[in-house]
């Protein structure tokens, strides 16, 4: 069922931790009580909320009384508002740092709370309002599938949360990190972990650009168009070699023998490219590795045909010959040539590089591939008879 629609946080907050939907249970992490704080709201000495408030999907458009709020939600250390309709950053504007006393807070709305965890995802947000002053507990942000794509709304985010961990802007379409290197490395100082999946990256520039994250370790890129006309195997190699400090690319750790292989690798693949060309990330691995000559290209198919001599008696025949084929289906090929039913046929293999003598081919059903027959190669026909 559709929730009503211009709903406050407060409103939802209210129903669904009231006492019929949510009974107060004592015990470690099953709730907080609390107490009666200003007059106004019947339900405040009634309300028993937890450290974690999941409130996705209530429809909500605003935040409500800010006093309330504060009041209510001091302990909160994660809150997760995904799939609402949140679509004025304003809303989530912090006008006061975070304290652990919540009495008097004059201004100020749901980031007035210290919360260390915030879900954000599917609200539409196409701008980030920054406010003046910094929520310092945030360590982790949620806020995929919205609207953002200017790197000017996402560096509001480094300012408005310093000590932020974790940032995934999956499905966002962010087309670009336009911002000096040194300026990325003060907005995102603790920044551990970025997801950019489905983001618009389109250059090197940008995966570059990771690397002025000072802490960065993990980094997810499924599905930018960068990096569609490569093979999966270079998508891998070549964003692995761009990034010497991640430790974890889309989720699978990066091995010391796979980022030696992918530096390696990405030498090679860019020997041949004019200088002018060369990432600058190259001269770095050359001088790491010395400049590497492209891998010999062996092609280990298995040969699917040979040109043998076939002996019998005194006579010398050069043929072809399918390798696919088994003992008994090569003699019925000899046995036109050779005038002898393939009963009374024997037959011989003779490598001319190999310093041993003739094996005999005894066994029907044995595929002739398996004796690595090669251009140049003999056959001996004899008759069982002779």
Partial sequence: M??????????????????????????????????????????????????????????????????????????????????????????MQTERPCSSSFSTVPSGVLLSLCLEELFLCLNDYETVSCPSICCPSLKLLHITDNNLQDWTEIRKLGVMFPSLDTLVLANNHVNAIEEPDDSL??????????????????????????????????????????????????????????LPSVSKLNGSVVTDGEREDSERFFIRYYVDVPQEEVPFRYHELVTKYGKLEPLAEVDLRPQSSAKVEVHFNDQVEEMTIRLDQTVAELKKQLKTLVQLPTSNMLLYYFDHEAPFGPEEMKYSSRALHSFGIRDGDKIFVESKTK
């Fill in 2 to 91: 559709d929730q009503p629609s211009g709903r406050s946080f407060m409103q939802v907050l209210c129903e669904k931790y009231s006492p019929e939907n949510f009974p107060y249970r004592r015990g470690p992490g099953m709730g907080v009580h609390v107490p009666a704080t200003p007059q106004g709201s019947p339900m405040k000495d009634r309300l028993n909320l937890p450290s974690v408030l999941v409130l996705n999907s209530c429809g909500i458009t605003c935040a409500g009384d800010e006093k309330e709020i504060a009041a209510f939600c001091a302990h909160v250390s994660e809150l997760d508002l995904s799939d609402n309709k949140l679509e004025d950053w304003h809303e």
């Fill in 185 to 242: 490395a003060r907005l995102f100082p603790n920044l551990r972990s970025i997801s950019l999946h489905k983001a618009g990256l389109r250059s090197w520039e940008d995966i570059d650009k990771l690397n002025s994250f000072p802490k960065l370790e993990e980094v997810r890129l499924l599905g930018i168009p960068l990096l569609q006309p490569y093979t999966t195997e270079e998508r891998r190699k070549l964003v692995i070699a761009r």
